[in-house]
């Protein structure tokens, strides 16, 4: 999905593996002011939730997304989903095999996180329902599917993470707007949160193309709403991060451009090094360009076809002012 909302879906079996350092391949034609934001790996059967800027929650299938070529737009998401003229998505999740004792985590730009189990996002109508309440200077991030001993990794984009239990936050109801999750620096935010579930190590991906792994035993269990550890060593070279997976070593990673190229590497060719250093390059940027997003696949050892390890996507829309659940219609 891009940032002017043009969403599509495609086998991921258009895309090959390649060597790191490579220059990856065409993903998709777009206007000069658009580049793809959203970008995950999911079955056509599976429940994809839309989470809006205003605050709203959609509920569709993976299929009723047109399937399209690698290089093709796609349709508006506006001609699959109601929105509103001023309304975009934030962030789309895709669900399976969910449980009414899951729930869903989420994580703000702001460092706020909110616990909400996840029955209370089944039944929605085709209007949408409330999902989340943001502040006016806030916009969600990540939304992720935990259970109820799980451990959070939340990474910024000034190289800060912090790492806590799911414990420590309190399941709030779909309409609150959460609790401080980290503390953040100025000019300091939140790109990305992991789930200790998720893999042996945490990938992490600047904007200028470099990566590294590091494993989660690094990363010393704290308290929700500290400042936290840093994690990655930022410099001229780097760039800020823009991407942060838990993964392992039979994952492979999607690098995404802003300037719509697609880059698929085995994480076994990425180097796994200490927490506060910088990595090595990934892939090869011409003048101008940067990393946008990452997602993670992974090779199904049975029948060799793909499958995504966690469903998970980073979004960074700018984000208005969301109306109080109180004057609200959400009956």
Known sequence: MTKLGYIKRMPIDMYRAQQRGGRGVKGLEKREDDFIQNIFVCGSKNGLLFFTNKGRVFRIKA?????????????????????????????????????????????????????????????????????????????????????????????????????????EVRPLGRVSMGVKGIDLMNNDEV????????????????????????????FTLQHRGGKGLKCYKITEKTGEIVGVKAVDDDHEIMMITDAGTIIQIGVSDISLVSRITSGVKLINLDDGVEVAKIAKVREKVSDGTKEIDDVDTVANTEVEEIESAESTDDA
């Open 63 to 167: 299929y009723e997304v047109p399937e399209s070529s690698r290089t093709s737009r796609g349709m508006n998401i506006k001609s699959i989903l109601p929105l509103a003229g001023d309304e975009k998505v934030s962030t789309v999740l895709a669900l399976d095999n969910a449980t009414d004792e899951n729930f869903l985590m989420m994580v703000t730009k702001n460092g706020v996180i909110k616990r909400t189990q996840i029955d209370q996002y089944k039944n929605i109508r085709k209007t949408g329902i409330i999902g989340i309440t943001l502040r006016e200077d806030d916009e969600l991030i990540e939304v992720k599917t935990t259970v109820k001993d799980d451990e959070l990794f939340v990474i910024t984009k000034k190289g800060m993470s912090i790492h806590f239990s799911e414990s």
């Open 191 to 218: 790109v990305g949160m992991q789930l200790n579930t998720q893999g042996e190590a945490l990938l992490i991906v600047s904007e200028k193309g470099m990566g590294k792994r590091t494993l989660l035993s690094e």
